[in-house]
Nanobody
Framework: VQLQASGGGLVQAGGSLRLSCAAS????????MNWYRQAPGRERELVAA???????NYADSVKGRFTISRDDARLTAYLQMNNLKPEDTAVYLC?????????????????WGQGTQVTVSS
């Protein structure tokens, strides 16, 4: 099982980016999908989360600017980031709880993608 994150880049303050996180491999079901970020010298923080039922949760710092969504047919989560600020600069990592196929358990394992750099210039 792998998670592949993409969509980062360099953008000016006020701009937008859309991140994608695609799951692949021997997957029975993808449960919650999450986006974290980590800036230099700072702890990793949860930015946004979406459950299998579509319930969402956001960090206070991104509410009203970021939107998380998912496409279960494509096993992909998205993070639409609008009105970006320099303080949003970080490596963004996706994380998902995945039930692996061909096993006797429905307990999910948690996987991480490789991260994608988002840089917002002032």
């Amino acid at each position: 099982v792998q998670l592949q994150a993409s969509g980062g880049g360099l953008v000016q303050a006020g701009g937008s980016l859309r991140l994608s996180c695609a799951a692949s491999g021997n997957i029975f079901r993808v449960n919650e999908m999450n986006w974290y970020r980590q800036a230099p010298g700072r702890e990793r923080e949860l930015v946004a989360a979406i459950s299998r039922d579509g319930f969402t949760n956001y960090a206070d710092s991104v509410k009203g600017r970021f939107t998380i969504s998912r496409d279960d047919a494509r096993l992909t989560a998205y993070l639409q980031m609008n009105n970006l600020k320099p303080e949003d600069t970080a490596v963004y990592l996706c994380n998902a709880g995945i039930v692996v196929g061909n096993t006797n358990t429905t307990q999910p394992l948690y996987y991480w993608g490789q991260g994608t750099q988002v840089t917002v210039s002032s």
